[in-house]
């Protein structure tokens, strides 16, 4: 119980989330400007007085819509484990993921995010990572397959080399990589235990002064696998629909956030192939998921700046880049702020 209070404690540090809220800023702020004059544009202004407050509302409702989805993505196993459990809690610990995924590298801190919240409401640290786990392999499935229909139904021109290509396969690679960990974790824990021993071993071999801290670490994570594999193994088991209906939930929570994009553009008064804008959104998000900054900060202002301009004017690019960011990333993070800075103080007064 202490070491988990203290990798909560080390995790949500005041000062290690503003640094990451500030790096979001910064390089948002960078990618926003390399936009900007990529562009060349100096029609800013006129571009947001075109914007039709109806549609504006429309996204808020999308966001909000966004936050259930997500939030009931987890709820439908939780409340399996817990069935008292209220669905409010899924949804703060949703948000939570999404704020602290925003503000770290490699969206890292996401899942401890939720578990956090999830934690300080009663949940084992077991049964949350369970859920996150389970979910993980839905987005898992989803993306690789997203981006793959993306890839056949748009027009390649401008993503043959360059950056585009380059993390186009990055993504590919990463998601495959999990993917399989993923699948050998549920399908073939014992292979994939002895696999992280046989790696140890060469570790250790590289590294004699970590050898035996690194065959700890071997054990423990092979232990956990098998752990989680068969809790996991019983829960689906006795709930075969849970799975599928993940899928689904998965299915449309991103459908909510590609069709975003269309509703963004109409409220700047620009009609283009609804197809269109989800293929490109779909590349962007699947480019982004894993990216090294926070929030996929940087990566993903140039993929707009790069491929929306495509079907889009490029005066249009830097507002609907400020807008598509603000409904996707910055309303739920700070949403999820709230909650975790709302939590974070109610405990400091308890102790």
């Known amino acids: 119980m202490a070491t988990i209070e203290k990798d909560f404690n080390t995790l949500f540090k005041r000062k290690t989330l503003i640094k990451g809220s500030l790096l979001l800023s910064l390089i948002t702020i960078a990618g926003l400007a390399f936009v900007f004059f ?37 709820h439908i196993f939780i409340r399996k484990l817990y069935p008292g459990l ?18 770290t590298p490699f969206h890292s801190g996401a899942g401890p995010g939720q578990l ?40 390649h021109t401008g993503l043959e080399g360059g950056m585009m ?11 495959g990589l999990f993917l399989v960990v993923f699948l050998l974790a549920f399908g073939k824990p014992l292979l994939l235990a002895g696999m992280i021993k046989q790696i140890a071993v060469v570790l250790g071999g590289i590294f004699p002064a970590k050898k035996r801290k690194l065959r700890g670490w071997s054990v423990q994570t092979s232990r956990s696998i098998l752990r989680y594999q068969r809790i996991c193994s ?13 899928l689904v939930l998965t299915t449309l929570l991103y459908l909510n956030k590609y069709t975003m994009q269309y509703v963004i553009l109409l409220g700047l008064g620009l009609h283009v192939s609804l197809s269109e804008v989800i293929s490109i959104q779909i590349l962007i998000q699947f480019m982004i998921y894993f990216a090294p900054s926070p929030g996929g900060s940087g990566f993903a202002e140039a993929g707009i700046g790069i491929l929306f301009v495509r079907i889009i004017p490029a005066a249009m690019i830097p507002v609907f880049t400020l807008l598509q960011r603000s409904f ?17 103080e109610r405990q400091a007064r308890q102790n």
């Open 116 to 155: 956090y919240i999830y934690y300080r409401h009663g949940v084992k640290l077991l049964d949350g990572f369970i859920v996150s786990l389970i979910n993980m392999g839905a987005t898992l499935i989803f993306m690789p397959l997203a981006g793959l229909v993306a890839l056949l139904a748009m027009d």
């Open 38 to 74: 990529y562009h060349h544009t100096g029609s800013f202004v006129a571009s947001v007085l075109q914007i039709r407050v109806g549609y504006i509302l429309l996204c808020l409702l999308m966001v909000a819509i966004d936050l259930m989805l997500g939030g009931w993505r987890n």
């Open 86 to 103: 209220p669905a409010m809690v899924s949804f703060k610990a949703n948000t939570a993921n999404m704020f602290m995924g925003a503000v």
């Open 328 to 344: 996707l990333l910055f309303i739920p993070a700070l949403i999820g702020a709230w909650v975790i800075l709302r939590l974070l």
């Open 234 to 246: 019983v829960l689906l088991k006795q709930n075969p629909l849970l799975f599928p209906l993940a």
């Open 165 to 175: 290509t380059t993390l186009l396969k990055y993504g590919f690679g990463v998601f």
